[in-house]
Nanobody
Framework: VQLQASGGGLVQAGGSLRLSCAIS?????????MAWFRQAPGMARDFVAV????????YYADSVKGRFAISRDNAKNTVYLEVNNLKPEDTAVYYC????????????????????WGQGTQVTVSS
């Protein structure tokens, strides 16, 4: 299974981007969660958003609620992260992640729960 993240860039505060994560080596099955994390320089990798592909429920970090939206396109084997009203503190490398099997909801925000990671895409927000 390979994940390929793209869509990052340099934007001004208040701007928007759409990040994409293309999945290969596995049919887009119902069950394993698809998540986005981010990591700023010198910081830990933090949870951003996840979609439970079994229920289609979505969950977000408090810092991005109302500004970011995660979605998926089964036909394209792709997960998206719409990032809106960007702030300088959103600057980070954004990673998509997945795993082979379902996990409980409370574990979906843990980086250690994921087996597969994309290479990351840089988002830089200028003030």
């Amino acid at each position: 299974v390979q994940l390929q993240a793209s869509g990052g860039g340099l934007v001004q505060a208040g701007g928007s981007l759409r990040l994409s994560c293309a999945i290969s080596g596995r049919t887009f099955t119902r069950g394993p969660p698809m998540a986005w994390f981010r990591q700023a320089p010198g910081m830990a990798r933090d949870f951003v958003a996840v979609i439970d592909t079994w229920t289609s429920n979505t969950y977000y970090a408090d810092s991005v609620k109302g500004r970011f939206a995660i979605s998926r396109d089964n036909a394209k084997n792709t997960v998206y992260l719409e990032v809106n009203n960007l702030k300088p503190e959103d600057t980070a490398v954004y990673y998509c992640a997945s795993r082979d099997r379902r996990i409980i909801t409370s574990a979906m925000n843990r980086a250690g729960a994921y087996e597969y990671w994309g290479q990351g895409t840089q988002v830089t927000v200028s003030s």
